[in-house]
């Protein structure tokens, strides 16, 4: 009775804050306040859906980690299932559902154990949905708490087709690369083996972002695809609005010389070649490229101009891979795990001048790798899991490169 009585009052502290209000926005925070109040709950979202992007946003959040930067595919996700599907779950075990791999609150430090989530079904369609996490107390959601979740997004989403909500949840930067339905597929033993299976990503002018993921994710594959070097399955590859899923040699030899720089975890320089003649050899490739004397100032490395490699650090190889890099003036640079071979002092040189290119040469930079501290300086991070996006987050205060610590 007790338990009744204080789910009945809480529909009724809901109602009066979504029917009797001036601001839409404060009485949808309000309410998941109540709720993960009346639950006992640790945390608590309302994910909106963009219909635009096909992507969902939390545009409320209660909890102890902040998830308000970060986009997720309709359809991956806890919050992606529920809202393509419109049907509600209770999660008992996380670590053991087999539905669903991880959450955008493990993700930022909120182990999930336990959880709620029901979609917010307006007169039309799915617009989003309603999550909450962990009680407190260590016990399990039931169905009577479910039905109060599922009640609150009821009269949310009633309240959202009447009094109306703007949701734009887009980035409003330049587009510099597309990838759409991107999937990859490689022959293995007597069938195929799916390496991507769906990404969908825009990358934007004059931004760092990077691509996080576990071993055999597809990450670099994707990263690949968008540099010209490995050719997709299926879906779609736009640069600067031009189709470009299937080059042609010419095209793609020209897009890989003038259009991309890479950077390699192994340095990949020519041993007989110092330093200077390293970035000549590539500046003499391309029509319009910076002094290879320039490149090579700007990664701080005028001194060992004539070392050969041999006779250079790791990180000074890996500066003067950069130079190889910019004398080009690309507009989009690719680096594959550039500090996996690197001690931390030396990662943080490499990546000082990386985070230089971005600021000063407005240049975008796509990186992956597995240090996730890398991440904290970032325009954008994109989780790949299983050959799909996991999550993107936009960091709204980048750290620099000398604030990182590993």
Same mark, same amino acid.
């Given at each position: 009775?007790?338990?009744?009585?204080?789910?009945?009052?809480?529909?009724?502290?809901?109602?009066?804050?979504?029917?009797?209000?001036?601001?839409?926005?404060?009485?949808?925070?309000?309410?998941?306040?109540?709720?993960?109040?009346?639950?006992?709950?640790?945390?608590?979202?309302?994910?909106?859906?963009?219909?635009?992007?096909?992507?969902?946003?939390?545009?409320?959040?209660?909890?102890? &980690?902040?998830?308000?930067?970060?986009?997720?595919?309709?359809?991956?996700?806890?919050?992606?299932?529920?809202?393509?599907?419109?049907?509600?779950?209770?999660?008992?075990?996380?670590?053991?559902?087999?539905?669903?791999?991880?959450?955008?609150?493990?993700?930022?430090?909120? &182990?999930?154990?336990?959880?709620?989530?029901?979609?917010?079904?307006?007169?039309? !369609?799915?617009?989003?949905?309603?999550?909450?996490?962990?009680? =407190?107390?260590?016990?399990?959601?039931?169905?009577?708490?479910?039905?109060?979740?599922?009640?609150?997004?009821?009269?949310?989403?009633?309240?959202?087709?009447?009094?109306?909500?703007?949701?734009?949840?887009?980035?409003?930067?330049?587009?510099?690369?597309?990838?759409?339905?991107?999937?990859?597929?490689?022959?293995?033993?007597?069938?195929?083996?799916?390496?991507?299976?769906?990404?969908?990503?825009?990358?934007?002018?004059?931004?760092?972002?990077?691509?996080?993921?576990?071993?055999?994710?597809?990450?670099?594959?994707?990263?690949?695809?968008?540099?010209?070097?490995?050719?997709?399955?299926?879906?779609?590859?736009?640069?600067?609005?031009?189709?470009?899923?299937?080059?042609? !040699?010419?095209?793609?030899? =020209?897009?890989?010389?003038?259009? *991309?720089?890479?950077?390699?975890?192994?340095?990949?320089?020519?041993?007989?070649?110092?330093?200077?003649?390293? &970035?000549?050899?590539?500046?003499?490739?391309?029509?319009?490229?910076?002094?290879?004397?320039?490149?090579?100032?700007?990664?701080?490395?005028?001194?060992?101009?004539?070392?050969?490699?041999?006779?250079?650090?790791?990180?000074?190889?890996?500066?003067?891979?950069?130079?190889?890099?910019?004398?080009?003036?690309?507009?989009?640079?690719?680096?594959?795990?550039?500090?996996?071979?690197?001690?931390? &002092?030396?990662?943080?040189?490499?990546?000082?001048?990386?985070?230089?290119? *971005?600021?000063?040469?407005?240049?975008?930079?796509?990186?992956?790798?597995?240090?996730?501290?890398?991440?904290?300086?970032?325009?954008?991070?994109? =989780? *790949?899991?299983?050959?799909?996006?996991?999550?993107?987050?936009?960091?709204?205060?980048?750290?620099?490169?000398?604030?990182?610590?590993?």
């Amino acid at each position: 009775m007790a338990e009744e009585k204080r789910f009945a009052r809480a529909t009724w502290q809901i109602m009066e804050q979504l029917l009797e209000v001036d601001k839409l926005e404060d009485a949808l925070a309000g309410s998941l306040e109540t709720i993960v109040k009346t639950l006992n709950s640790e945390a608590g979202a309302i994910w909106f859906l963009d219909p635009k992007t096909d992507q969902l946003s939390p545009l409320f959040h209660i909890g102890p &980690v902040d998830i308000s930067n970060i986009l997720v595919e309709n359809g991956l996700g806890i919050e992606g299932v529920v809202t393509k599907t419109g049907k509600s779950v209770i999660v008992e075990d996380a670590a053991a559902d087999a539905r669903f791999d991880g959450t955008v609150f493990d993700d930022n430090g909120l &182990v999930t154990k336990t959880m709620i989530c029901v979609p917010l079904n307006n007169l039309h !369609d799915v617009i989003g949905c309603v999550q909450i996490v962990n009680k =407190k107390d260590g016990s399990l959601y039931d169905r009577d708490e479910l039905q109060l979740c599922e009640r609150m997004a009821s009269l949310a989403a009633i309240t959202i087709e009447e009094k109306g909500l703007l949701v734009d949840l887009s980035e409003k930067k330049e587009v510099l690369a597309v990838l759409k339905d991107v999937t990859k597929d490689y022959p293995s033993g007597d069938g195929m083996l799916q390496v991507l299976k769906g990404i969908n990503l825009e990358i934007y002018k004059n931004e760092f972002v990077v691509i996080l993921g576990e071993s055999g994710c597809g990450k670099s594959t994707m990263m690949n695809i968008v540099g010209g070097m490995d050719f997709l399955t299926d879906g779609q590859l736009f640069i600067e609005g031009r189709d470009f899923s299937h080059p042609s !040699d010419a095209e793609l030899t =020209k897009y890989r010389r003038e259009y *991309v720089g890479f950077i390699f975890q192994s340095y990949n320089l020519m041993p007989n070649l110092t330093a200077l003649e390293n &970035v000549q050899f590539i500046a003499e490739l391309v029509r319009d490229p910076m002094r290879p004397e320039d490149a090579i100032e700007k990664v701080r490395l005028t001194d060992r101009a004539n070392n050969y490699p041999g006779q250079m650090s790791g990180g000074q190889q890996q500066r003067v891979s950069i130079a190889r890099a910019i004398v080009k003036k690309p507009k989009l640079i690719l680096a594959d795990e550039p500090t996996a071979a690197l001690d931390y &002092v030396t990662s943080i040189e490499v990546l000082t001048v990386i985070e230089d290119i *971005v600021k000063r040469q407005g240049t975008t930079v796509m990186m992956v790798t597995h240090n996730a501290e890398i991440a904290k300086m970032a325009d954008r991070v994109v =989780k *790949v899991r299983n050959g799909k996006i996991a999550s993107i987050k936009r960091n709204m205060h980048p750290l620099s490169a000398e604030e990182l610590v590993w």
